[in-house]
Nanobody
Framework: QVQVVESGGGLVQPGGSLRLSCAAS????????MGWYRQALGKQRELVAT???????TYADSVKGRFTVSRDNAKKQVYLEMNSLQPEDTAVYFC???????????????????WGQGTQVTVSS
C-alpha cells in the first residue's frame, strides 16, 4: 500500500519561514512527480510546486522566488522550503505523488496519484 505522509507546518508570523517534508512509502517502482498543493478555506485546491525525478520544477506564480521545492529521490522524499510567508499563504498543504507501483496482479505496473492527509500552515501575527 503506497502512502505519502507530510510533516511540518504550524503557525508562523508574516515574513517568517517554514519547511514541509513528505515521505512516500510502500512498494514503489518509480516516483515520476512529487510536490505540493494547497487549499485555503473556501477555495479550490491549487498547485504550489512540483518536482520531477529529473529535477524539473514547477511553481505557482504566487510563490515564485519565495518557496523552493526539492527532492531526495533515494529517500523518496520531497520538501518545501517556504520563506517570506504572508497571510495569503495560509492553507492546508497537501503532499502529492505521481507514483508507479505493482498492480493488483503483482505482475504489472500501476501508475496513480497519491495524496497526503494535509498539514495546516497558518501565517498570522
Amino acid at each position: 500500500q503506497v502512502q505519502v505522509v507530510e510533516s511540518g507546518g504550524g503557525l508562523v508570523q508574516p515574513g517568517g519561514s517554514l519547511r514541509l517534508s513528505c515521505a512516500a512509502s510502500g512498494v514503489i517502482y518509480s516516483i515520476y512527480v512529487m510536490g505540493w498543493y494547497r487549499q485555503a478555506l473556501g477555495k479550490q485546491r491549487e498547485l504550489v510546486a512540483t518536482a520531477t525525478t529529473g529535477g524539473t520544477t514547477t511553481y505557482a506564480d504566487s510563490v515564485k522566488g519565495r518557496f523552493t521545492v526539492s527532492r531526495d529521490n533515494a529517500k523518496k522524499q520531497v520538501y518545501l522550503e517556504m520563506n517570506s510567508l504572508q497571510p495569503e499563504d495560509t492553507a492546508v498543504y497537501f503532499c502529492y505523488g505521481d507514483i508507479g507501483s505493482p498492480d493488483s496482479t503483482g505482475r504489472g505496473r500501476h501508475r496513480q496519484d497519491y495524496w497526503g492527509q494535509g498539514t495546516q500552515v497558518t501565517v498570522s501575527s
